[in-house]
């Protein structure tokens, strides 16, 4: 799935062209709209200072939250509107950015033609348009009629095929990728396609249910899977355990033996925490002990793995040179249970400093890297949940697809 990028083409492709970069600025705000996080922003920062330094005249539309409703009027919501990103890249980028207040038509033409080259501008929320989630092809050409080139960068975006990041392609030629999507492709592809070995992957978060099709697609490639977090207790039922209150799925038990049973067919080794810390309540003042994982009282709920699991998860991953996760080990959000994802966290930056490749891929599991404040010591986080699981399921994403084959 090699793909034409940005670094394809030439200075004179972009000198003086208006090109439209499909970007994720899909930021968390505050109540009065100011960006609390602005990592997707900084994160498309080379693509468009190479488009800048380049004399193109780049044009960058993003999607804002969920506008709702089936016209175009239902969804705009002054909330929704792009203007404190518009800001934000300004100060970032340390230069103007032309605000344009809808995304397609002449008003948006005649903005753009007054950019100079290097100049950047960004449209609105492209979601307040239906045709955008729909793909249809009117908007998407209507879209790409306002530049000569397009590139996608907008990873966490590629799993969806909207007329912004699939349907765009088939009317604006070259259609290539921007550094971020490539630089995601070649971590999150590069370590299962192609990994430095051992590679381990450690899987997590609450439902078994939600990484069926991620766990089938890494059993077919790791060396070691170690599994955490919800999922587990529905594991142990299935092995006939007494998981008490907490987390199980019933009509995922004879998935869970099958996913056993084709980790020792393919010859991965599957590990299972061998303690767990429980709770007699959901919450984060909540009383807990740890417990071996055939002596979890009734009445009491698994909410991390234990040290003794963290000690073997540890020992696993320490021949490592490969290791992707995906998924807290914990309720990390309470403090009390948050130790099993923590010190994972550690772990990885640790191997990072002796030369393993790690990737952190998931929305909650990217914040629990960050919470730890170990971020920076990964070789790569992911800016894409979604798209980075499914990514790592094997499937095909649509806004990778549209573009240019290299
Ligand atoms: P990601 O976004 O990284 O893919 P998920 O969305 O799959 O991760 O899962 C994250 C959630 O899983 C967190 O909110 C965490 O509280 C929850 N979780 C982890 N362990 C447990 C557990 N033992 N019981 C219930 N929820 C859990
Ligand atoms: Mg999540």
New binding site residues.
Partial sequence: MSKQTLANLKAEDLAGKKVLVRVDFNVPQSENGSITDDTRIRAALPTIKHLVNSGAKTILVTHLGRPKGDTLEERVKDKLRVNPIADRLAELLGQSVVKCDDCIGAEVSNQIATLENGGVALLENVRFYPGEEANDPEFAKALASLAEVYVNDAFGAAHRAHASTAGVAQFLQPAVAGFLLDLELQYLSGAIDNPQRPLAAIV????VS??IGVIEALLAKVNKLLI???M??TFYKARGLSVGK??VEEDKLELAKSLEAMAQERGVELLLPTD?VVANQ?AADAQSQIVPIDQIPDGW????IGPDSVKSFQSALADCKTVIW?????????DQ?AKGTEAIAHSLAELTGKGAITII????????VEKVGVADRMSHISTG?GAS?ELLEGKVLPGIAALNDA
């Fill in positions: 997590g978060g609450s439902k939600s990484k955490g977090g919800g587990i207790f907490s987390l767990v959901f709920m698994g909410l991390d995906n998924g807290p080990m914990g309720v990390f959000e309470f249970f891929g998931g929305g909650d599991s990217v914040a629990a949940g699981l």
